[in-house]
């Protein structure tokens, strides 16, 4: 069974940092693109950022551009968010998901797995 879990959400100040992660298994971890979405109340999801299989190609939203960074670990099958300068514009609950495709992808449907979330508040 393949299971992702998200952690580190949180409430924060406008300005201030997270660094999300998400444990994944039952899955062959390196062999899967990983992505991070975001769904806020009365919005569509969003992209945010994702990371090839290999770490070795990123991309991110605009919106997060420059204060976002998306990194894995293989040897720990986690995936991870380190969130700067948050804005409340972030707030949002933040998921992650993993794609069986080698390389990373900012669609949605691409991806064949999802966890359930973590709450990402800012505070203005």
């Known amino acids: 069974q393949v299971r992702l879990v998200e952690s580190g959400g949180g409430l924060v100040q406008a300005g201030g940092s997270l660094r999300l992660s998400c444990a994944t298994s039952?899955?062959?971890?390196?062999?899967?693109?990983m992505g991070w979405f975001r769904r806020a109340p009365g919005k569509e999801r969003q992209f945010v950022a994702a990371?090839?299989?290999?770490?070795?190609?990123?991309y991110y939203a605009d919106s997060v551009k420059g204060r976002v960074t998306v990194s894995r670990d293989n040897a720990k099958n986690t995936v991870y968010l380190q969130m700067n300068s948050l804005k409340p514009e972030d707030t949002a609950v933040y998921l992650c998901?993993?794609?069986?495709?080698?390389?990373?992808?900012?669609?949605?449907?691409?991806?064949?797995?999802w966890g359930q979330g973590t709450q990402v508040t800012v505070s203005s």
């Open positions: 998901a993993a794609a069986n495709i080698g390389s990373a992808s900012t669609y949605a449907s691409v991806y064949d797995y």
């Open positions: 039952g899955l062959t971890f390196r062999r899967y693109a």
């Open positions: 990371i090839s299989w290999s770490g070795g190609s990123t």
